[in-house]
């Protein structure tokens, strides 16, 4: 199985652990990725800005990938929902996609519609398949607890995400925690946001909406908190500090990536997945499988 | 936005046709004022001071000034909680957007945000890439990136003109 790979922005600059993770994944489920070096920003942070430039960059994206055949597969929420709701709305309009491909003109470059995008977690679950997954677990994380975060671009808009799971109580990732073996704890707050849309404008309410949600994987005292996004992870991780701190609150939350916690399970080592590189960590963990 | 009282004569009726015109933005007129929004939206329940269907009965009243000008419009964290639940398929996340960019035509932008664009035509990316980048992706094995510019400076060329013809035009003022 192929799929083309979408760096993105933030996670192969702040997140190496995540892509470090991710390669292997891949590889030891015979998925190859394929690098394509034209990619560029998918156009997320435009959109506040203005949409048709966001869709425009996107659009770039989706064409270069176009050349390849392949489907696109990303580690990035924001980069999975903002190039699907791009490749939607140029399937789905016409004007649109003409107007988009006269401006991907300058550039030698054209549009053309059925590009398929998937966040990385959902390409597992959809293509890659579980029974596939699992049949590859050489050893089990069995006694190790993690609470599942969603995010929210991974499953929504659901227009465009496609209904392959429910925006409102999701299971995916519950599922793909227990295929290694592990227990997923529901702490209530696992399809919460983040808030990291925020940061930029409103610290102290980007925090708030953090602090909710590691307060509740903090109570259930989980092995770690379960992420798939690097949005997520700049506030869950990159803020937690700062968020005990200014709550003058004891938090300490552990945080993963998924394809970390997987990784294990396929039988790579914590140093070949990049735990190192996590920043609130937890050791047993790592010493356990070490 | 924190006025209790709307003062429909400063009432333009043409900001909601004109937030309809835009894509994302024609669901707006099915609001019947339910509220779901709200008891959904995440941003809310940490802020209560924020509150989606307040914003779409002001755009429907045409109170242009006050909700462009308006720092909610920018609390938006784009969870997508109050699309999902809307029960007239209004797409409030969408309409946050759009009236976020006519708030950047008129004028209203967070630095934060335009410094990105110089930032994309510089590089193509929010991250600058270096050796120092490169030499720490090569050290675990992982491929180099590299920074394809030339297309965004062709296509961000509109945009950052414009932008920088409305800070022109702010400094004039």
């Known amino acids: 199985m192929k799929a083309l790979f979408f760096p993105g922005c933030t996670v192969p600059v702040r997140n190496l652990n995540y892509e470090l993770a991710a390669r292997k994944v891949a590889q030891a489920l015979d998925l190859e990725l394929v690098d394509e070096p034209g990619f560029g920003c998918c156009g997320f942070p435009l959109r506040s800005l203005a949409v048709a430039d966001s869709l425009l960059l996107a659009a770039r994206n989706l064409a270069l990938a176009g050349a390849s055949g392949l489907p696109l597969v990303t580690l990035c929420s924001a980069c999975a929902g903002t190039l699907a709701e791009a490749a939607h709305s140029l ?43 699992e049949a590859k677990v050489v050893r089990s994380l069995k006694g190790w607890r993690f609470s599942p975060h969603y995010g929210c671009h991974y499953l929504k808009p659901s227009q465009v995400s496609g209904g392959f799971d429910d925006p409102h109580r999701p299971v995916t990732l519950k ?63 990159g803020q937690q500090k700062k968020i005990g701190k200014q709550f003058d609150l004891p938090i300490k ?17 914590p140093d070949e997945l990049g735990f190192k590189l996590n920043r609130v960590k937890n050791k047993e963990l790592a010493e356990a499988f070490g | 936005m924190a006025e209790a009282v709307i003062d429909l004569s400063r009432a333009d009726l043409g900001l909601a046709e004109e937030v309809a015109a835009r894509p994302g933005g024609a669901s707006l007129r099915a609001c019947f004022t339910c509220g779901a929004c709200t008891a959904a939206c995440q941003v809310h329940r940490q802020g209560p001071d924020y509150d989606p269907r307040r914003i779409i009965r002001l755009v429907l009243l045409g109170q242009r000034e ?14 997508y909680s109050c699309q999902e639940i809307c029960p007239m398929g209004v797409r409030f996340a969408d309409l946050s957007f759009v009236l976020k960019n006519l708030a950047v035509e008129e ?40 920074e394809k510019a030339a297309d965004f400076q062709v296509m961000l060329a509109d945009l950052s003109g414009r932008l920088a013809g409305r800070a022109e035009a702010e400094s004039e003022a």
């Open chain 1, 91 to 133: 399937d789905h309009d016409e004007a649109v996609r003409d107007q988009v491909n006269e401006q991907l003109a300058q550039l030698g470059l054209s549009y053309t519609p059925g590009q398929r995008v998937f966040h990385f977690i959902r390409f597992l679950v959809t293509e890659v398949g579980l029974d596939r997954i």
């Open chain 1, 175 to 237: 599922r793909l925690i227990e295929i290694t073996g592990a227990e997923s704890i529901d702490d209530g707050r696992t399809a919460d946001c983040c808030g990291g849309g925020l940061l930029g404008l409103n610290e102290e309410l980007a925090n708030k909406m953090s602090l909710s949600r590691l307060k509740a994987a903090g109570d259930r005292e989980v092995d770690g908190l379960v992420l798939i996004c690097p949005f997520c992870n700049v506030m869950l991780e």
């Open chain 1, 253 to 269: 939350v552990p945080i993963f990536f998924y394809p970390q916690i997987l990784g294990l399970a396929l039988g790579y080592s």
């Open chain 2, 66 to 79: 006050e909700v462009l000008s308006s720092p909610f419009i920018w609390q938006c964290a784009t969870c």
């Open chain 2, 107 to 146: 004028g209203y932008s967070p630095p934060s945000l335009t410094a990105q664009v110089e930032l994309l035509r510089g590089h193509g990316r929010l991250y600058e890439i270096t050796d120092f980048e490169n030499q720490k992706r090569t050290d675990l094995g992982l491929p180099e990136i590299r």
